[in-house]
């Protein structure tokens, strides 16, 4: 990677105090542990890395609870920033979306690929801590400075010289317990951080020093990778009894074509397949972990399917009457990825999924030709792993078919409007509960036939938190909810059959405004009074439809049209914001506001909202220590006799709504 981009003063871009993350510090990290807060400075430091500049990354745990991260990297800047008058190194600390990873596009950045595009780490470390000190080596001088609970107690000053080679930022963070669960750090899940950081940027050294409470002496660890991923997941391996040897991979792009990708994004993979036992398997974008996975995995996912697909037919090794599906490939899959985007975008501040859509498409394009011919230069394991994927096949088809006799007694006759899907194995079949005859049009087009139903609903369900169960079904569309499912409405100290449930998920599909919010609540309310168990036992989702389109023109011959969608409001600034960065005049793009599910074509509401690979799908949970609390808000929400304490509350929590009128 190239290392003429400038880092000084104007490389930072503020977009405006830190009251908002002490207020309520779970929107912006996680607050289980202070561990999250240490890891955006590890970050910082690994972005040094990333980008070629910095080679050693030390953590040390000390005696007094605090933790120091140093790294030898270019330092961060102390002179003033050009726009705000304020030392650069203050700004980043006290300012929510001050950072150098936000002109990625136009030069001035300081990061071209770092872990994201929030503008909030760093600074959100500071708000929840006691004490923080920085102390920055850069151009020969020896800078610190100091904050407490989010302001500066010690202003910027010069401490000292040093060599002009020598360089990087030091950061001691005393967290504030206050904010937290636990004040102890999770030990285990920062040491698999820092040992990712050193596999995925071979050649940096990255060392913890810890103090042992018995006798008080510094213990160290390090990590050194110089091979990479391939050596990394022969750790997580741990000696298991592989099927295949482990094949790796890194394809990044060199040079501009005529995709809607970068130079330098891509990914790189190291994966191999196993007969039995635990699968490991662990992916990063810009070196921050996702644990949930994401749209990388998923073009990884793709890749190897399409790869092995192609060599069995090639062959001819499918037997008659097999239906080969991704997961029978994938299933028995240990794999490490790591991408490399340009403008990651993550569910949530804690970074634990991608949800960059156009990800899929890049990592699915790099990742597919090195495997095909892999396969085709290596006959024999390209052979073993088709008779793992088919034997999988078999193992599934078997099961399903076991599930169908099971079912083929029931007396249950189904809703007419139901359009079931092919599949009746629950691990893999979906029911989206769709609001409106036209949405359930587009969507029984957008399906996927094998594994995906629509049952579309007709205006708003009944407010059945205050109706008993026996005259739930004089409600029709009540009745075809519960008969489609196959579970009948139950109490929570029930002990309910779930043997007849037809879907593994059972998804609400409404319209991304207010009347798709209304009816949303109405089917959570549904399910939380009159199906618990299948919220208990996870199969209640909420599908999230974007609400705006942006349509951007074709760039010339090297910058074909794009489409971009947001869900909300945010999401869109963000699109137009990147697209502002990119130089794109407001005349070459459009908006477009979705009014429902109906106005998207079949394509779009595939794409968007119900394909496994690109759609976000979220899952109603309730916390056992916030039982009381969720029934309480129904209670005040839905409760026949709450009308005065509902407008209480809108009185005083109006102000904090955004109307979508």
């Known amino acids: 990677m190239s290392k003429s981009n400038k880092y000084d003063e104007s490389s930072v871009t503020v977009l405006k105090g830190l009251a908002p993350v002490k207020e309520r510090p779970g929107m912006y990290t996680r607050t289980d542990s202070p561990t999250h807060i240490i890891q ?96 920055v080596k850069r151009e020969g001088q020896i800078h610190h400075i100091a904050f407490a609970g989010g302001e500066v107690i010690q202003p910027l000053s010069v401490i000292g010289k040093c060599a002009v080679k020598d360089s990087g930022t030091e950061i001691r963070v005393w967290p504030d317990e206050h904010y937290f669960d636990s004040p102890n750090y999770n030990l285990t899940e920062l040491e698999r951080v820092l040992r990712a950081k050193a596999v995925l940027l071979p050649g940096v050294s990255v060392t913890l020093n810890k103090y042992q409470a018995a006798d008080g002496q510094l213990q160290s660890q390090k990590w050194y990778y110089p091979n990479g991923l391939k050596s990394y997941l022969l750790d997580l391996l741990n000696d298991a009894n592989t099927a295949t040897p482990i094949f790796a991979s890194e394809n990044y792009l060199t040079e501009q074509n005529d995709s809607d990708f ?53 062959h001819n090794l499918l037997p008659r009457g097999v239906k080969l599906q991704s997961d029978d490939v994938f299933s028995r899959i240990a794999f490490v990825l790591s991408a490399r985007l340009l403008d990651p975008q993550f569910q949530g501040q804690t970074k634990d999924k991608l949800t960059n859509r156009d990800a899929l498409k890049l990592v699915a394009g790099m990742s597919i030709d090195p495997l095909e011919l892999w396969l085709n230069q290596n006959i024999d ?63 029984k087009l957008a399906r996927d036939k094998n594994t995906q139903a629509i049952l579309p609903l007709r205006g708003k369900v009944l407010n059945s938190f205050e109706v008993h169960r026996d005259q739930l079904f004089g409600n029709a569309e009540i009745h075809d909810i519960s008969v489609a499912i196959g579970v009948d409405p139950h109490e929570k100290t029930d002990n309910p059959d779930l043997s007849g449930l037809r879907y593994g998920k059972i998804a609400i599909l409404s319209d991304a405004d ?97 394909s496994p690979d690109t759609r ?46």
């Open 381 to 443: 394991i390209g052979k073993k792993i088709a008779e793992l994927a088919i034997r999988q096949a078999q193992i599934r088809m078997r099961s399903t078919k076991k599930i169908e006799k099971k079912k083929g007694s029931g007396v249950a006759v189904l809703p007419g409007k139901l359009t079931d899907c092919e599949s009746e194995d629950i691990r893999e079949n979906e029911l989206f509960l769709v609001e409106g005859d036209s949405a359930g049009g587009s969507a």
């Open 40 to 135: 955006e400075v590890i970050d910082n430091a690994a972005d040094e890395a990333l980008g070629g500049y910095a080679q050693n990354i030390d953590i040390t745990l000390n005696q007094d609870g605090s933790v120091t991260v140093s790294d030898n990297g270019r330092g961060i800047p102390t002179g003033l920033h050009p726009s705000e008058h304020v030392p650069v190194v203050e700004l980043v600390f006290t300012q929510l979306h001050a950072g150098g990873k936000f002109n990625k596009k136009s030069g001035n950045g300081a990061y071209a690929f770092s872990g994201g595009l929030h503008g909030v780490g760093v600074s959100v470390t500071n708000a929840l801590s006691k004490r923080l000190e920085v102390t």
């Open 514 to 610: 207010v009347d798709g919010a209304h009816i949303q609540v109405l089917l959570l309310t549904l399910f939380y009074k009159h199906f618990p168990k299948l919220i208990e036992t996870g199969h209640i989702y909420v599908a999230q439809p974007p609400l705006y389109r942006v349509d951007v023109n074709a760039q010339g011959k090297s910058k074909p049209a794009r489409k971009f969608y947001a869900q909300d409001d945010q999401e869109l600034e963000n699109i137009l914001q990147r697209l502002n960065l990119e130089k794109v005049k407001e005349s070459a793009y459009s908006i477009s506001r979705f009014k429902g599910l109906g106005e998207m074509n079949p394509d779009q509401l595939k794409d968007t909202t119900m």
């Open 262 to 314: 970068n130079v330098g994004e891509g990914a790189a993979f190291a994966l191999t397949w196993l007969e039995e036992g635990h699968v490991p398997s662990e992916s990063y974008v810009n070196l921050i972990p996702t644990p949930l996975g994401g749209t990388h995995e998923a073009g990884l996912k793709q890749a190897v399917f399409q790869a092995v697909s192609n060599f069995i037919n090639h």
């Open 616 to 661: 976000r799908l979220l899952q109603v949970q309730i916390p056992d220590n916030d039982s009381d609390e969720t029934k309480n808000i129904f209670i005040k929400l839905m409760g026949k006799g709450e009308a005065a304490s509902r407008r209480a509350w809108m009185e005083e929590e109006g102000d904090k709504v955004e109307a979508d009128i």
